[in-house]
């Protein structure tokens, strides 16, 4: 199987599947080295510290191994002289929809972001391809001194904050995929809750890839400060290219002593999308971190949000949802590190597997010797729509010492036969009875999204089902 | 054969290469009911199946009209939205669906597309038909059969069945895994259900049932065929004799013989 010769898969993905012609007054062209990485410095402006970060990024990307030895050898069709790592039209996010360039807007229109941001969120911003085309943040909430902008204006307006912590959560060389990342980074959001700050409302971003063989890497970090709160949610779509298209982000979470953070992801990829992302929070005394997740399409997901509890009374949470459509492999999971006293962690993995497709959790939770008082749940289900879909669960749980409780869970179930026959008896289409089956068996994660997104989860789930029925 | 009635014609149907309906007729028009009494075994549960279209069986010759249109060749969703109910023996568990979700997804598909269920409405009419049955308003929220008992399970059939209207119901062994009391309540249900716009065939292996839900006919079935038919004292004379007395006259075994 080679990134050239893959057929398409014939899912209704037509949300998403749309493109209009751009002209990107900034291309670094195919393929990638130093000189790659020195337009991009150029073109945004980048201070030294930020160049010689990239520059080291790119040197462990090349060091470090595809890691092969444990995940799918799909990793090795990735073509990384075909990618184009950066193009843009050379914009300066914009405050108002108004003031965005048309080609852009209508894409964001088309995709509904305006209307959702006028109806429920605190800010929002918007990227394409590599950079931002939109960041707006509602006024009362500026006011209260948060800051929700992108990395690139980030990491200059406001370096006191962003240096701080950059590259400390997850080190460039953390793995393959992070440096390249460190490497190549454009967009993403950079966000400062400062203490005490409850945010009411989500912070919202939108990632959209609309060029053929491009590279998306953004860059997320977010700090919540002492007490504050915070709930950000990120969707991503593209359109359906006949070759790969790799989609590398790398975020950052800070929850500070007593802080809470909430992060949600509905990414709902193209069946050409490689999706390889490094997601993962530290939580300082009593703070929170929690990793909503949701991974609909893409060719391969590979994603393990961690949360590493550094703090005492720390809690980290994961819960996570993946639909592996037909020729798909959602390879997701969490990674628990107990680092502090009295720390709990809980994870809910719900997988579903339609036609060839494949889903695969991997779970890590470590306690180490000295800890008391910690606690993990681990609970992961797969459900098996077609007898040659497939789950694997790969749990690694260390724990040690005295006093500490782990309890893990999993099964596997199937829609049967008689189920469907069932619900048709009552009235509902095949693919009806499939939907209604699915949506029952994540209805209970579903419930924790907000409800706007709960909606579009369904409707997802819905279109997949059509899709693989028949 | 009228018009306005579930009407099975000679009907032959296999599952693999064994026969289990073997030329069955039966006729019942709106308005009545229709009560099938056999042994076990004698094809009573798959006859229910057939007719809504479940997948493993395949019919030989004959056909099943409802309304004078043949149904067979269409998918069991399109039977059940021409409206042909079967309340199932043994309803299926689904996880994570409640039961007010799962009823309004089954109006929700017999409205044309593009038209959405009024929610309002469909709660006032859903516990109406709940405080009509007995059953009470905390069901609602409960998973599709999860962890029900058996009672539990066939008032959530009729309740389906109240809330969907059909104009023919099948109720296979509505009767089985019921106590008396639970017989009695899901008897009621059925009973208000009964009209001039619906016709039922009530499917049973015991007689006690028809004590609750007075059938307008009863017919014995026998090897995948009808051999007698009757009224309701058919079904007292069955429960007092047996089966033997009346194979043995109609049934293959007897015309053989005789």
């Known amino acids: 199987m080679s990134t050239e010769t893959k057929p398409d898969i014939e899912i209704d993905r037509s949300v998403g599947d749309f493109r209009y012609e751009m002209d990107y007054a900034f291309d670094a062209g195919v393929g990638l080295n130093e000189a790659t990485i020195d337009y991009i410095s150029d073109v945004k402006g980048d201070p030294d510290w930020v160049r010689a970060f990239r520059k080291e990024g790119y040197r462990k990307f090349l060091e470090k191994p595809m890691p092969t030895h444990w995940a799918t050898k799909d990793l090795e069709n990735i073509v990384f002289e075909n990618i184009r790592y950066y193009l843009s039209q050379g914009q300066v996010p914009k405050r108002t929809w108004d003031e965005v360039p048309d080609d852009i807007k209508k894409t964001f229109e088309r995709l509904g972001i305006p209307e959702q941001e006028r109806k429920f969120l605190a800010g929002v911003e918007a990227q394409f391809d590599s950079e931002a085309a939109y960041s707006n943040i509602k006024a009362a909430v500026g006011e209260q001194g948060v800051i929700f902008v992108g990395s690139t204006e980030g990491l200059k307006e406001h370096p006191e904050i962003f240096k701080k912590w950059f590259g400390k959560v997850i080190p460039s060389g953390d793995n393959k995929f992070s440096a390249l990342n460190s490497a190549v980074f454009s967009g993403g959001s950079f966000i400062y809750v400062p203490p005490g700050v409850k945010v009411k409302h989500p912070l919202q971003a939108y990632f959209r890839i609309n060029a053929q063989n491009f590279g998306q890497f953004e860059r997320t970090l977010i700090i919540a400060d002492e007490g504050a709160e915070l709930t950000y949610m990120e969707g991503c779509t593209a359109p359906k290219f006949e070759t790969a298209t790799l989609h590398s982000a790398v975020v950052e979470l800070v929850a500070m002593k007593g802080a809470k953070i909430q992060y949600i992801t509905v990414q709902n990829w193209s069946s050409n999308v490689f999706n390889l992302v490094t997601k993962r929070g530290i939580a300082h005394e009593d703070a929170e971190v929690k990793w909503i997740d949701c991974n609909i399409g893409s060719r391969l997901t590979m994603k393990y949000p961690g949360v590493v509890m550094k703090g005492k009374g720390a809690r980290g949470e994961v819960v996570s949802i993946a639909l592996a459509g037909d020729g798909q492999h959602q390879d997701t999971g969490a990674k628990m590190i107990h680092a502090a006293d009295n720390t709990t962690s809980n994870i809910i993995s719900k997988s579903i597997s339609l036609g060839s497709g494949r889903s695969t959790y991997r779970g890590m939770v470590h306690v180490p010797k000295h800890l008391k008082g910690c606690k993990n749940n681990t609970e992961c289900d797969a459900l098996l729509i077609n007898s040659h879909s497939r789950t694997d669960t790969y749990p690694a749980i260390s724990v040690r010492g005295q006093g ?11 829609i049967s036969a008689e189920q469907i026959f069932y619900m048709q008896q009552r009235g509902l289409s095949e693919a009806a009875a499939m939907s209604l089956a699915v949506n029952g068996f994540v209805n209970d994660l579903v419930q924790q999204f907000p409800m706007e997104y709960s909606v579009e989860l369904k409707r997802l789930i819905d279109l997949e089902m059509e899709g693989s029925v028949g | ?29 709106k308005g009545e009911v229709h009560a099938i009494m056999g042994k076990n075994g004698a094809g009573k549960s798959t006859l229910a199946k057939i007719m809504a279209g479940h997948p493993d069986y395949t019919v030989t010759s004959g056909d099943v009209l409802l309304d004078g249109e043949s149904i067979l060749g269409l998918e069991p969703d399109v039977r059940a939205r021409l409206g042909l109910f079967l309340a199932f023996q043994y309803p299926m568990e689904i996880p994570g669906v409640t039961i007010a979700n799962f009823i309004r997804a089954a109006l929700q598909a017999r409205l044309p597309e593009g038209e959405e269920l009024e929610a309002t409405d469909y709660y006032a009419k859903l516990y109406a038909k709940m405080d009509a049955l007995s059953v009470p308003r905390n069901f609602t929220s409960r998973s599709v059969n999860e962890g029900f008992s058996g009672g539990e399970k066939k008032r959530c059939e009729i309740l389906q069945m109240a809330m969907l209207e059909p104009s023919y119901a099948v109720l296979d062994e509505t009767d089985s895994g019921l106590d008396i009391d639970a017989l ?32 307008d006919k009863v017919h014995v079935m026998s090897e995948g065929r009808i051999i007698h038919s009757g009224d309701k004292d058919l079904a007292l004379k069955l429960e007092a004799e047996g089966y033997d007395w009346v194979e043995k006259q109609f049934g293959e075994s007897g015309i053989k013989a005789a």
């Open chain 2, 184 to 215: 009695k309540i899901v008897s009621a249900g059925v009973n208000a259900l009964r009209g001039p716009n619906i016709g039922m065939l009530v499917i049973t292996h015991y007689q006690r049932l028809l004590d609750y839900i007075v059938p």
């Open chain 1, 404 to 414: 500490n409780a782990v309890q893990h869970e999993a099964s596997v179930s199937q």
């Open chain 2, 1 to 29: 054969m009228s018009a306005h009635s579930l009407s099975i014609r000679d009907l032959h149907a296999s599952i693999g290469d064994k026969p289990i309906l073997k030329g069955l007729t039966l006729d019942i028009p």
